[in-house]
T-cell receptor, first 112, second 116 residues
């Protein structure tokens, strides 16, 4: 079983719609959760992190964490073509260490 | 967020030569840095964990004698691909974090290596 699993997609949404990206993880004791965006040919860029159950909003992005169900999601409201990228979910299982486990990423395409 | 730089951003070399890639944390100190490799249309693959002042920890299947890592200071880690071959052509990315409490990792811009 992989540590972090994501639907590889591709996921296509029309411009202005809500894009929903999901991620599950296997280590129940995981502490911190991160979403990265990676454009083709570029390195990943941190979008958000979350470590408490519930929702965390930052502009058009909302991260949702449910530790009991071991899933974390990212919602992108009012999706724009510039949001088209691969989104990587990352989990940090330890409060003291900083090694991450990455999912394989979900490819998102926002159609104008 | 914290800034991580990499140099060079791209390199082309002949088969059999060695290539050194630098990763620097510009505005923070990092006792640990990570080196990843990414082939086209594939996910990140963690190669090794670079520890300041001690030996790197390599992931299973990564040859430590081929991918030499040196973390000589709190702001610099280097990855040397020794005797590079065409199959080593890839996108190499480092990351670093400030640590507790949130342990965010920030990625360098990556180095694209092409071995002819």
């Amino acid at each position: 079983q992989k540590e972090v699993e994501q639907n590889s997609g591709p996921l296509s949404v029309p411009e202005g719609a809500i894009a929903s990206l999901n991620c599950t993880y296997s280590d129940r004791g995981s502490q911190s959760f991160f979403w990265y965006r990676q454009y083709s040919g570029k390195s990943p860029e941190l979008i958000m992190f979350i470590y408490s159950n519930g929702d965390k909003e930052d502009g058009r992005f909302t991260a949702q964490l449910n530790k009991a169900s071991q899933y974390v999601s990212l919602l992108i409201r009012d999706s724009q073509p510039s949001d088209s990228a691969t989104y990587l979910c990352a989990v940090n299982p330890s409060r003291t260490g900083n090694q991450f486990y990455f999912g394989t990423g979900t490819s998102l395409t926002v159609i104008p | 967020g914290a800034v991580v730089s990499q140099h060079p951003s791209w390199v082309i070399c002949k088969s059999g030569t060695s290539v050194k890639i630098e990763c620097r944390s510009l505005d923070f100190q990092a006792t640990t840095m990570f080196w990843y490799r990414q082939f086209p249309k594939q996910s990140l693959m963690l190669m090794a964990t670079s520890n300041e002042g001690s030996k790197a920890t390599y992931e299973q299947g990564v040859e430590k004698d081929k991918f030499l890592i040196n973390h000589a200071s709190l702001t610099l880690s280097t990855l040397t691909v020794t005797s590079a071959h065409p199959e080593d052509s890839s996108f190499y990315i480092c990351s670093a974090g400030e640590g507790y409490p949130h342990n965010e990792q920030f990625f360098g811009p990556g180095t694209r290596l092409t071995v002819l």
